[in-house]
């Protein structure tokens, strides 16, 4: 019919913070958002966005399914991983996709990290997993370890992407952020990793997109 508008798919955005990614795709899907930081929550309510504080899926109603579920740098927050699939199934309908963007644990950082701490100095590897931060890292994961828990939960692994290991823009806040890391140290690692990322782009990512479907 000329001048209908066209129906958008329904999103949910899980653990989406300021509403960015939903800002992001407001034209291409009708999104919501669950928060459980309530300030957080409330500061992307005020700028009109559809944001509910809370978990998922507790803060859902009964029967709420979305086309798409997204889980962008979340899931690897999560200790639960399985039930939180499962319910990932329980609120997608049939033939939607589960979009799960996190740290991998092939990537290059990981792997030299872990190296590190191998040879006495963990510094680097307690950081990727942000210990002492107010949610740490539970899971790194992999293609292997998604393909395994999308067959596990009526999942099918059907597409995966990388993406750049670091974003050197607002690097130097997200390394200050933990106050343990001085100011001096701080500067040399936003240089460091700024002169580093040529190389980076062509090594193993650190950051990874997997696409699930839900299968009926």
Request: proline share 7%; with cysteine.
């Amino acid at each position: 019919m000329p001048g209908a508008a066209t129906r958008r798919p329904s999103l949910l955005d899980v653990g989406c913070a300021h509403g960015w990614f939903l800002e992001a795709t407001a034209r291409e899907f009708a999104g919501v958002g669950l928060e459980p930081d309530v300030a957080v929550a409330q500061a992307a309510q005020s700028r009109g966005l559809p944001v509910r504080g809370g978990f998922f899926p507790d803060a859902l109603s009964a029967d709420e399914r979305f086309e798409v579920i997204v889980f962008n740098d979340v899931l690897e927050h999560i200790p639960d991983i399985n039930s939180t699939l499962s319910a990932c199934f329980e609120r997608l309908q049939p033939g939607g996709v589960l979009v799960i963007n996190a740290p991998s644990r092939r990537g290059v950082l990981y792997r030299v990290a872990r190296l590190l701490g191998r040879l006495g100095l963990p510094g680097s590897f307690a950081r990727l997993w942000q210990m002492g931060f107010p949610s740490p890292h539970v899971h790194y994961l992999d293609s292997d370890s998604e393909a395994a828990l999308a067959r596990r939960h009526g999942f099918r692994l059907e597409a995966q992407m990388a993406l750049p290991s670091v974003s050197t823009q607002g690097l130097y806040a997200r390394i200050r952020y933990s106050r343990d890391v001085s100011v001096p140290k701080a500067v040399a690692l936003t240089a460091a990793v700024g002169m580093a990322s040529p190389l980076l782009a062509v090594l193993p990512p650190d950051i990874e997109v997997w696409f699930l479907r839900r299968q009926a």
